[in-house]
């Protein structure tokens, strides 16, 4: 009887343990078989957005933080412009059915898909800023008028771009896998070559969800 219930014990520690892993396992199945609907179902998207557009926002303040004179130009206007374009970015992107289609067409650029690598791009300083700086001086300041020729301007070049990775970029083979706690586990690796890491968070005993997608 005592080896019966140490048997058990052993069976529920391994499944309680190994139980991220089998998930991970089942997430790269699914984006293998450009399966859309399990990984769409895997989300938590009330914790996986705001974290997406804190991280694009955060990047953004840093940015324009090397460039005094373009602050000192556009100045808050500029800022809640692009914070604007991300927050709507991130909202259009990061949905049920967005993310059940890039996974099924394996990251065919759509709408949502060019609007936030644009959101990323402008985040990540790849705006080019010296026509930013000349146009608004051209416009007299009018931030709107620049910022939305610039994003159409963005959205082009990263569509291109996106299409480039899609045909050309590579996915990881293995994936690093890793606990960050007892109910956080992690997912590394590269997707179409961009790096990504994803993190997931238990729910119950052996339930998992995607909490949050660390951007490169």
Not at 40 to 61: C, G, K, W
Not at 87 to 92: E, I, L, R, S, T
Not at 154 to 169: D, N, P
């Amino acid at each position: 009887m005592k080896k019966l219930i140490v048997l058990l014990i052993i069976i529920v520690v391994a499944v309680y343990a190994g139980s991220p892993y089998y998930s991970a396992y089942q997430l790269k199945n699914a984006y293998d078989d450009k399966d859309g609907a399990t990984i769409a179902a895997a989300i938590d998207y009330d914790q996986v957005r705001p974290s997406i557009q804190n991280q694009l926002t955060s990047q953004f303040t840093a940015t324009m933080t090397q460039y005094p004179l373009v602050s000192q130009l556009g100045g808050e206007p500029l800022t809640e412009a692009a914070n604007s374009f991300i927050a709507k970015a991130v909202d259009g992107a990061i949905t049920p059915q967005n993310i059940e289609k890039v996974i099924n067409t394996q990251g065919q650029a759509n709408t949502a898909t060019k609007e936030l690598a644009a959101a990323w791009a402008i985040a990540s300083n790849q705006v080019n800023l010296k026509n930013l700086i000349q146009n608004l001086i051209i416009q007299r300041g009018d931030v709107d008028a620049v910022v939305k020729s610039q994003m159409q301007e963005i959205m082009t070049k990263q569509a291109a771009e996106l299409e480039k990775q899609v045909a050309q970029g590579s996915d990881s083979d293995k994936p690093k896998l890793s606990y960050c706690g007892i109910n956080c586990f992690t997912i590394s690796g590269q997707v179409k070559g961009y790096p990504l890491t994803i993190e997931m968070q238990r729910e119950g005993l052996i339930d998992w969800k995607i909490v949050d997608i660390v951007l490169p």
